[in-house]
């Protein structure tokens, strides 16, 4: 009798722990294009991995159909120092990537321009099928 309370107790266990990998959410593997220094580089990397993003070493597009761009100016004569960020998709392969988001920052501060950066849940397409098209179920 013991033994069978054991057993009982180990498959719930068990599949409480399975269910929370399955829901737990897997990273989003994107490719970084950057012109930070080392140190920055890092820091965006880590909030990058913080914020559910996978970042990939592989060439553009051949692990990922998204990217991320971040270019930085440096402050010159007539203009201030800026960060620029893009997240982009491509869809087809001969096709040009589309902006998904972009955000520019007037400073150079990384911290905040990864503060404003979205999280993967929010950048996927909601469901656009008209009303009258649904299915009830």
Do not use: W
């Amino acid at each position: 009798m013991r033994n069978l309370k054991f057993i009982n107790l180990a498959v719930i266990l068990g599949a409480c722990l399975f269910t929370l990998n399955a829901l737990a959410a897997s990273p989003v593997k994107v490719h970084v294009l950057e012109n930070l220094s080392a140190q920055e580089s890092k820091a965006v990397h880590a909030s990058l991995v913080k914020l559910g993003y996978a970042p990939s070493k592989k060439a553009l597009f051949s692990e990922s159909k998204d990217a991320i761009i971040i270019t930085k100016a440096l402050k010159n004569e007539t203009d201030e120092a800026s960060l620029t960020v893009e997240l982009v998709h491509l869809d087809h392969e001969k096709s040009l990537p589309r902006t998904v988001f972009e955000y520019r920052l007037s400073t150079a501060d990384v911290g905040s321009m990864m503060n404003a950066f979205p999280r993967p849940e929010s950048l996927k397409p909601m469901n656009l099928t008209p009303v009258a098209l649904q299915t009830m179920e």
